[in-house]
């Protein structure tokens, strides 16, 4: 009996501290934050299902998304509402500084948050859907676009306890809303001035889950750890910007271009394929029209044509064209930062092909040049036969005294031309000298 109660009141002593232990690290969990700064796209879809995954690992408190985008891809967009609807670790998206906005694509990110909050001074709103060139839709496009993504946007916001048809209009209508009116029709949760002010004002806060479920934030002396991104990551962001894109792309054609005409240079070509290597790399992950490769490869046709043919410009004009043309066709994004400047397709244009002409040209004339050394450096060089030629015999030619052969029996002294060299024999043929017509004197 004593041994019994012993043994109960030392698992009685180990649930306590187990109970006691688990307490203090659900106290004490930090809140993981990302920082999501520019177009929505895959890679942005991507750091976002890692951090849902690396919350759950690391039994954080709540994922923090400071969001700040003009918008971004339908396709990525729905793929982070699906991890933020269905992440383990509840979600807060707070769009901060002030002065900065989550517009489009991102206020349908906002609005699938557990917890969604908006520093003074920033906006939302904007969603109404537009096809990747900016362009205007035909009305039966128009409609089926509208209608999918105003249910898209009640599939969860009425869930979420978010004013639905507020929010449709915004889908609708492209209405934008501030801060403060975003909080007034129920938009958003909280406006809080710093990251500090949100956290404070959630702590102690019990909020209902899309799966319905209870849970309340814990969050006095919490800290907020920053997720940092991979290399991966800072390097593909960059390559994400359609300007780089395209820059990329047209150099390394350029530089494939420079080894074709210059055999064995072996940088450029290096250089050139790694370049196209990651400008394509780039191009899968963004919307892109294969059409645009095709201008711009036109392009680089014209541009060696205009150093081969000298058509006066007008093929390098052309080229100009349809090289502009590409690299602003190129990407197909819904917003204009998910697209070509007018200003980076000039400057990559104009002065790339002027470049690309001239090299062209320069590599022409070298292979259309005489070759002035060696053996075949005396092909068309004048010499004197020394020893007839019947049809083998001796050339002096350059200071020397060459074997030759004729397809004609050529006597001493007369001169030849050299029309091959083979073996070290020269092969001649008699020059044709003019005839000189005698003078009558008056």
Do not use: C
């Not at 939302?124 to 993504?149: F, Q």
């Not at 150099?251 to 064995?264: D, R």
């Not at 001239?358 to 005489?370: D, E, P, V, Y």
């Not at 060696?374 to 005294?401: C, Y």
């Amino acid at each position: 009996m004593r041994r019994a109660l012993v043994s109960h009141a030392a698992l009685s002593r180990i649930a306590i501290a187990v109970a006691l232990f688990l307490a203090v690290r659900t106290a004490s969990a930090d809140v993981l934050k990302i920082v999501v700064d520019g177009p929505i796209h895959p890679l942005v879809e991507e750091r976002i299902g890692r951090a849902v995954q690396e919350a759950e690992r690391s039994h954080a408190e709540a994922l923090l998304i400071e969001l700040r985008t003009p918008g971004g891809l339908v396709s990525s967009t729905r793929e982070i509402i699906h991890d933020i609807l269905s992440s383990p670790v509840p979600v807060i998206i707070y769009v901060t500084p002030s002065g900065s906005n989550a517009a489009s694509a991102g206020f349908y990110i906002l609005e699938s948050a557990d917890v969604a909050a908006m520093a003074p001074g920033t906006n939302t709103g904007a969603a109404h859907p537009v096809l990747g060139s900016g362009e205007t839709m035909d009305p039966v496009m128009k409609e089926k676009l509208e209608n999918d993504a105003a249910a898209l946007m009640r599939s969860y916001s009425a869930k979420r306890g978010r004013n639905v048809e507020v929010a449709e209009s915004a889908v609708r209508q492209s209405k934008s809303f501030s801060a403060d009116e975003a909080l007034n029709q129920h938009l958003i949760d909280y406006i809080a001035k710093d990251q500090s002010d949100l956290l404070r004002q959630l702590d102690g806060k019990t909020i209902t889950r899309f799966d319905g479920s209870k849970f309340t934030f814990h969050l006095s002396g919490t800290n907020a750890r920053l997720y940092p991104m991979t290399v991966k990551e800072n390097i593909l962001s960059a390559l994400m910007d359609p300007n780089i894109t395209v820059l990329l792309l047209i150099v390394g054609f350029v530089a494939v271009l420079l080894e074709f005409s210059h055999p064995g240079a072996i940088i450029p070509g290096v250089v050139g394929f790694i370049a196209i290597l990651l400008a394509f790399y780039a191009i899968n992950l963004l919307p892109f029209r294969s059409i645009a490769l095709v201008l711009i490869l036109s392009a680089f046709v014209l541009f060696v044509l205009e150093a081969k043919f000298q058509t006066h410009g007008v093929a390098g004009l052309g080229g100009i064209v349809l090289m502009v043309l590409g690299a602003l066709l190129l990407i197909d994004g819904p917003i204009p930062e998910m697209r070509v400047s007018i200003w980076t397709a000039l400057g990559v244009s104009l002065p790339l092909g002027g470049i690309t002409i001239f090299l062209m040209t320069i590599a022409f004339k070298a292979r259309m040049r005489k070759v002035k050394t060696g053996e075949q450096g005396m092909v068309g060089e004048i010499g004197v036969v020394t020893a007839a030629l019947a049809p083998a015999g001796k050339v002096f030619v350059q200071g020397e005294i060459w074997n030759a052969i004729s397809t004609q029996n050529i006597e001493a002294g007369r001169r030849v031309v050299i029309k091959n060299v083979e073996n070290l024999v020269l092969q001649v043929e008699p020059l044709r000298e003019p005839v000189l017509q005698p003078t009558v004197a008056n």
